[in-house]
């Protein structure tokens, strides 16, 4: 694949799903109150999709009047009877000149390159640091379903992390902030994040957000889009259940609310995040 065709398909590409990604961004808060937050996440399927999908040309094919004028110009050297040494005698006595070339789309393609595997590489630092830092004092409490629900003071929330070894980090004082009702609702939030793989589509989404690492409607998108999941996780927590839990629900989000969030592998805490998200279960108080 030539370096012209990669970079045609990467733009092609990088300038459908942009729209894409705007057009949701329109849409995703009406979809979310007619459909509910589960098809609002959903959504982001399609911008994803359409970046794994080829270009919209095909592959370049040379030019049929390329070969056929290589062709006529050997017929005319051969015509005018231009031997070997007459070409080498004439290419001899041409001065030669050497122009240094840049081939700026190569020159661009290694700085997209480059910044999405720096930005990636920079990130999984970050996550693994707070993974060590969480698991090094923490202390476990229990097992549920091959996921480990841990105590940590560095978590004012519950957190679910880890994609292989999955974990739930709770706070020192879960047991007696976080009522029983709370508590149970809590944790079925984080085991839900588990269950139906969000953080693998965290890790797929932040893929495609460090090959989008210069546009800032990809950075938007990000940010919606987690909420997106966070909002379809509470929605799937809350499924049958009256409204009795739905309070004891808010209840334990509101208690979540803090700033500082980890980056990543975790839920959307912060209190503007926190209003939001009672708002889309339409609690207003």
Same mark, same amino acid.
């Given at each position: 694949?030539?370096?012209?065709?990669?970079?045609?398909?990467?733009?092609?590409?990088?300038?459908?799903?942009?729209?894409? !990604?705007?057009?949701?961004?329109?849409?995703?808060? +009406?979809?979310?109150?007619?459909?509910?937050?589960?098809?609002?996440?959903?959504?982001?399927?399609?911008?994803?999709?359409?970046?794994?999908?080829?270009?919209?040309?095909?592959? +370049?094919?040379?030019?049929?009047?390329?070969?056929?004028?290589?062709?006529?110009?050997?017929?005319?050297?051969?015509?005018? =009877?231009?031997?070997?040494?007459?070409?080498?005698?004439?290419?001899?006595?041409?001065?030669?000149?050497?122009?240094?070339?840049?081939?700026?789309?190569?020159?661009?393609?290694?700085?997209?390159?480059?910044?999405?595997?720096?930005?990636?590489?920079?990130?999984?630092?970050?996550?693994?640091?707070?993974?060590?830092?969480?698991?090094?004092?923490?202390?476990?409490?229990?097992?549920?379903? =091959?996921?480990?629900?841990?105590?940590?003071?560095?978590?004012?929330?519950?957190?679910?992390?880890?994609?292989?070894?999955?974990?739930?980090?709770? +706070?020192?004082?879960?047991?007696?902030?976080?009522? +029983?009702?709370?508590?149970?609702?809590?944790?079925?939030?984080?085991?839900?994040?588990?269950?139906?793989?969000?953080?693998?589509?965290?890790?797929?989404?932040?893929?495609?957000?460090?090959?989008?690492?210069?546009?800032?409607?990809?950075?938007?998108?990000?940010?919606?889009?987690?909420?997106?999941?966070?909002?379809?996780?509470?929605?799937?927590?809350?499924?049958?259940?009256?409204?009795?839990?739905?309070?004891?629900? =808010?209840?334990?989000?509101?208690?979540?609310?803090?700033?500082?969030?980890?980056?990543?592998?975790?839920?959307?805490?912060?209190?503007?995040?926190?209003?939001?998200?009672?708002?889309?279960?339409? !609690?207003?108080?």
């Amino acid at each position: 694949m030539s370096a012209n065709f990669m970079s045609a398909w990467l733009f092609d590409s990088l300038v459908t799903t942009t729209l894409l !990604m705007a057009a949701i961004l329109l849409i995703r808060q +009406p979809v979310a109150r007619i459909f509910g937050a589960g098809v609002a996440y959903a959504l982001w399927i399609i911008p994803a999709a359409r970046l794994l999908m080829p270009g919209l040309e095909g592959a +370049p094919v040379a030019p049929a009047d390329n070969v056929q004028g290589v062709q006529d110009n050997v017929r005319d050297m051969i015509l005018s =009877g231009m031997t070997h040494s007459d070409a080498l005698a004439t290419n001899a006595s041409a001065p030669a000149t050497v122009f240094p070339t840049i081939d700026y789309t190569a020159l661009a393609l290694t700085m997209w390159l480059g910044g999405a595997v720096l930005l990636f590489i920079i990130q999984m630092i970050r996550y693994a640091a707070m993974r060590d830092d969480l698991l090094s004092e923490a202390s476990d409490i229990a097992e549920i379903d =091959g996921v480990r629900i841990i105590a940590s003071d560095q978590v004012a929330g519950p957190l679910a992390f880890g994609l292989f070894r999955q974990f739930i980090a709770v +706070p020192l004082n879960f047991t007696t902030t976080f009522s +029983p009702a709370e508590r149970e609702l809590a944790i079925a939030h984080e085991m839900a994040h588990h269950k139906s793989g969000d953080l693998f589509a965290n890790l797929a989404a932040f893929i495609i957000l460090c090959l989008q690492w210069f546009n800032p409607v990809a950075w938007i998108s990000w940010s919606a889009f987690r909420f997106d999941q966070e909002a379809a996780c509470d929605a799937r927590v809350l499924a049958g259940k009256g409204a009795e839990d739905r309070v004891i629900y =808010g209840q334990a989000l509101a208690r979540t609310a803090f700033d500082g969030v980890p980056t990543f592998a975790t839920a959307l805490n912060s209190p503007k995040t926190i209003i939001e998200r009672l708002r889309r279960l339409s !609690m207003k108080d």
